[in-house]
DNA sequence: CGCAAGATTGGC
DNA sequence: CCAATCTTGCGT
């Protein structure tokens, strides 16, 4: 096992202190041919338990959420308009359904465009970042500054909740 | 059981 | 502006 990639107690902590600390992180994705691709994180956003309106989580724990109430350090995947793979890590502890979202790595900008190149499906839910042979994280580059801003597409969670500045980008 | 909307993207 | 494409959650 590599002694780059991170473990839990990284995942383990407030998604708010995670999504901003995973810019610059390494995301490395070994393909079914055995190519092994890395890539620079430069999006992320934040979804941060039951009472955030625009985090699934907010429906409660469903088959599609379940994950979310696991320990930090899993993936979380789920299929938007029917055609577009989102990837998420599961944060906090259990019991404490928060997830970030990769929104950009270098060279692929939009979270569609993240799962098309990581060619991501259902198996993907669920899966270990710690135990993984096909996908995880690594520590990467520090990024020379990050800012935040509104995220995106999430107006239907009301005003409260679309405002908070829980995007983060590399600047 | 039907249906509207979605943490999006790309084309007209 | 709107179609693609299908899962999910909610209303009936």
């Not at 990769?102 to 799962?115: D, K, Y």
Request: aromatic share 12%; proline share 4%.
């Amino acid at each position: 096992m590599d002694k780059t990639r991170l473990g839990n107690s990284f995942f383990l902590r407030d998604v708010l202190d995670v999504a901003p600390a995973l810019i610059g992180k390494t995301l490395v994705r070994r393909f079914n041919t055995g190519e092994i691709r890395s890539y620079i994180i430069t999006e992320t956003e934040a979804y941060r338990g039951e009472e955030d309106k625009a985090c699934h989580a907010s429906k409660g724990l469903t088959p599609r959420t379940a994950v979310m109430y696991q320990p930090g350090g899993v993936i979380y995947v789920y299929l938007i308009y029917g055609m577009y793979w989102m990837l998420n890590f599961v944060t906090s502890e259990k019991g404490n359904p928060s997830a970030v979202l990769i929104r950009g790595i270098e060279g692929f900008n939009g979270p569609g465009r993240v799962g098309r190149e990581l060619q991501l499906d259902l198996s993907f839910y669920g899966e270990e970042l710690l135990q993984s042979e096909r996908l995880w994280v690594e520590k990467g580059i520090t990024p020379v500054g990050i800012v935040c801003s509104e995220r995106i597409g999430v107006d239907y969670a009301g005003k409260k909740w679309a405002e908070k500045k829980w995007r983060f980008l590399q600047k």
